[in-house]
């Protein structure tokens, strides 16, 4: 069975960072592409990042790019988010999410991913 388990999140100041893993378990990591989201209060969950099993390439949505890097490291099944300049609109609970099926595109719809991990809290403060 899947496994994902975010940690990292915590409280912050406006334009300071945070990073953000997420460890996954109970499949071969390296075969599947991985993406984070997150969830503000009484708003959708909205795409942050995705990243292709080889971590090749990588795919942001517009308001974080330039801001947070995500990478891989297939050796140790983990994925990271590395969130600089935060801002408060950035405040939300942090998902990662993988697909059911390897391969396909880098995407942001959150309809392409199957597991989901149970988030973790990333409050900026103004």
């Known amino acids: 069975q899947v496994q994902l388990v975010e940690s990292g999140g915590g409280l912050v100041q406006a334009g300071g960072s945070l990073r953000l893993s997420c460890a996954a378990s109970g499949r071969t990591f390296s075969s599947y592409r991985m993406g984070w989201f997150r969830q503000a209060p009484g708003k959708e969950r909205e795409f942050v990042a995705a990243?292709?099993?080889?971590?090749?390439?990588?795919y942001y949505a517009d308001s974080v790019k330039g801001r947070f890097t995500i990478s891989r490291d297939n050796a140790k099944n983990t994925m990271c988010l590395q969130m600089n300049s935060l801002k408060p609109e950035d405040t939300g609970v942090y998902y990662c999410?993988?697909?059911?099926?390897?391969?396909?595109?880098?995407?942001?719809?959150?309809?392409?991913?199957?597991?989901w991990g149970q988030g973790t809290q990333v409050t900026v403060s103004s």
């Open positions: 999410a993988a697909p059911w099926t390897q391969g396909g595109g880098l995407t942001g719809r959150s309809r392409d991913y199957d597991y």
């Open positions: 990243i292709t099993a080889s971590g090749g390439t990588t």
